[in-house]
Structures are given as structure tokens and as C-alpha cells.
């Protein structure tokens, strides 16, 4: 896709297809924490779409929609992926973009009504995913590439 293009603040960016490749050459574990991983952050950001648009939203639009203890329901699910990215040896600085975009999505979420609507558009699991995954494809690609020998 050419860099210039741009989406609607409401759409969500398109996610680059996985290297599968790249996971096939990742340890089983890291591989089935990131199925995992994605798997709960298209729960959170893009379960359900509306009908005749591209845009998509999930539970984490329609919890923080519960006043009080809404966003932060949605906070434990976030704060464990970032906590599962740690363990995969994600560098500080990955790790901080995941938890400015977990913190602002809390953060956003508790403002009544603008929040909420801004909630509906900030994928933060979404975008952390994309991060851990892409961390993961890079050290498998960069393990094989070392693990080549001449012959």
C-alpha cells in the first residue's frame, strides 16, 4: 500500500497480512502467544463491524461504555498483553509505544460521551499487537539469517 494513503479517522488501518513465514520460523511458544494475543485484540478493537461500512468495534467500545468501571474492565486484557510482550524480550521502547497506547486508550475512555466515541476509533490492542508481531517476525527472520551457514 503507498505511504500516502490515508483512512477516515473512524476506519481502521489496514493490518498488514503476517509474515507466516516468519511465524513458522518463530518458537512455538512466541508463535502461539501471538495467535492468542491477536486473537483477543480483534475481540477488543474489531469483533463486530457495521453493516455496509468498514468500520469495526469490539468489546473494549462497548464495556467503556459502562460508566465508572467500564474502561477499566477492558484495561486488565490490554495491561496483559503488554505484560506477555515483556516477557517476549520486547525492547523498552516498544514497550513504552504499547503502554502509551494502553494508558491513552484508558485515559480517553474515561472522558464521558467524547471518549467514548473517540474509544470507538483508537485501536489500541490492535496497534500493540501490530508491535509484538512484528518484533517476533523480525527476531525470527533475523535467527534464521544468523542461523545460515555457508556449505
Do not use: C
Not at 520460523?25 to 483477543?40: H, V, W
Request: aromatic share 6%; hydrophobic share 40%.
Amino acid at each position: 500500500m503507498p505511504a500516502t494513503t490515508t483512512l477516515p479517522p473512524h476506519h481502521t488501518r489496514p493490518t498488514p497480512a503476517p509474515d507466516t513465514t516468519a511465524r513458522k520460523r518463530m518458537p512455538p511458544d512466541a508463535a502461539a502467544d501471538l495467535a492468542r494475543i491477536e486473537k483477543l485484540a480483534r475481540l477488543l478493537d474489531a469483533r463486530y463491524g457495521v453493516p455496509g461500512t468498514r468500520f469495526r468495534f469490539g468489546l473494549d467500545s462497548l464495556v467503556g461504555l459502562i460508566p465508572g468501571i467500564g474502561d477499566t474492565l477492558t484495561l486488565l486484557p490490554s495491561a496483559w498483553m503488554v505484560w506477555r510482550a515483556h516477557q517476549h524480550g520486547l525492547p523498552k521502547s516498544k514497550l513504552a509505544r504499547m503502554g502509551i497506547n494502553t494508558g491513552l486508550d484508558y485515559a480517553i475512555g474515561l472522558v464521558p460521551v467524547i471518549g467514548d466515541l473517540v474509544d470507538f476509533g483508537f485501536k489500541a490492542n490492535l496497534r500493540n499487537a501490530a508491535i509484538l508481531r512484528e518484533h517476533l517476525e523480525a527476531r525470527a527472520a533475523s535467527d534464521m539469517a544468523r542461523d545460515v551457514t555457508p556449505g
